[in-house]
């Protein structure tokens, strides 16, 4: 027995080199072709989405996992992961912002728009069990679910989009920068400031004697945090997931004849209308997504992954939570890499908003999760 062991366990890693290899001449020779033929600057944040989907899928960092094991398991050891990342990012980012004007903060508006979409959002990804970054990074390592469910949330973050103009006409104020508003200095204690206190609160919720930090989660947190700087650096803006979900959507919807570009409040502001007319490797979102997508292909290479089948009613309702979760990510202006992480981290007060109300959604979605036995 210990012998066919020994034969069986190096023929493994054998077969897992093998196919990571081509993976890695793939990106590799991605890289090369858009450093040639689209621009350097698209090709290395090629490799930051890359390194981005490694890291995700790598070290499974997923912000919907540690809210729930945090309610459910009273475990605050994904939580701890989150604070640290949000603390890197803020401490990185906010004094580039402070210094260079020419970077932009991930700001959006205080909004009925944002309070509604932020709820549903943090309902609907605890059904589906993934959130944008993690819908993104568990779909390139062949997760089912996050697969199908993929077209469904671009399709929805399309739709919100159409409809974002009526939302915003129910009551909207203007961004709030705090680095514009108060410098970077005071922004960043602030914000570090009130992370301590949620440490704290979860402190409180948890007791004292539970295991509060995991090298996983951290060493995810810090790789996360050194990667969304760089693209902060090469791109200008902050790193975000869901815009280029809608773009690829609006792109297909484009090739149509059911829908004109003009006809949209949205998709007619000329920022949005340039990139509907350019490649989608020309798109900074785009560009990071596909290399998420192959960062978890690569990591799925070499380290397989599992997911329970499901009956036809867990589908029928994931499925349908896809679909709400982009039509809100839209609405709240970013999910928890767009709203949370990257409004956060640099100074914007929606970014705290959305956290308060996807955190209430998160409460009922784990319910909904029990109730339809996706947790059995």
Not at 176 to 192: E, F, I
Request: net charge positive.
């Amino acid at each position: 027995m210990a012998s066919a062991q020994s034969v069986t366990a190096p023929a493994a890693a054998s077969t897992l080199r093998s196919g990571r290899a081509p993976l890695s001449a793939a990106i590799g020779t991605a890289f090369l072709l858009l450093a040639v033929f689209v621009s350097i600057r698209q090709a290395a944040l090629f490799l930051v989405g890359v390194g981005l989907g490694v890291a995700l899928a790598g070290c499974r960092f997923g912000f919907t996992t540690g809210w729930r094991q945090l309610v459910t398991e009273r475990d605050p050891r994904g939580l701890t992961g989150q604070l640290v990342l949000l603390a890197m990012a803020a401490a990185f980012a906010m004094p580039l912002l402070g210094r260079f004007s020419e970077l932009q903060a991930a700001l959006g508006p205080p909004s009925v728009a944002l309070l509604l979409g932020a709820f549903l959002f943090g309902m609907t990804m605890q059904i589906a069990d993934g959130c944008g970054s993690g819908t993104l990074y568990k779909a390139g390592m062949g997760v089912p679910l996050n697969l199908a469910l993929l077209p469904l949330f671009a399709l929805g973050s399309f739709l919100g989009s159409l409809h974002l103009e009526h939302w915003l006409s129910l009551g909207a104020s203007e961004p709030v920068g705090m680095v514009d508003r108060l410098g970077a200095g005071p922004a960043l204690a602030m914000t570090l400031a009130a992370l301590m206190l949620l440490a704290a609160l979860a402190r409180w919720w948890v007791g004292p004697s539970r295991r509060w930090i995991d090298r996983r989660w951290i060493t995810g947190a810090v790789a996360l945090a050194v990667l969304a700087t760089l693209n902060l650096l090469l791109a200008g803006q902050p790193w975000g997931v869901v815009y280029g979900f809608g773009l690829w959507a609006a792109k297909l919807a484009q090739a149509t004849s059911w829908w004109e570009p003009a006809g949209s409040a949205f998709w007619s502001q000329s920022g949005h209308a340039a990139r509907l007319s350019q490649s989608l490797l020309l798109d900074i979102t785009s560009i990071t997504n596909l290399g998420i997508l192959a960062g978890a292909l690569w990591v799925s290479a070499r380290e397989g992954a599992s997911s329970r089948p499901l009956t036809s009613r867990q589908w029928l309702i994931g499925l349908a939570a896809g679909l709400v979760m982009g039509y809100s990510s839209r609405l709240a202006f970013g999910c928890n890499v767009g709203a949370m992480l990257s409004g956060i981290s640099t100074g914007s007060v929606h970014g705290w908003i959305w956290v308060a109300l996807a955190f209430a959604g998160t409460l009922i979605g784990i319910r909904l999760r029990r109730r339809f036995g996706f947790d059995q």
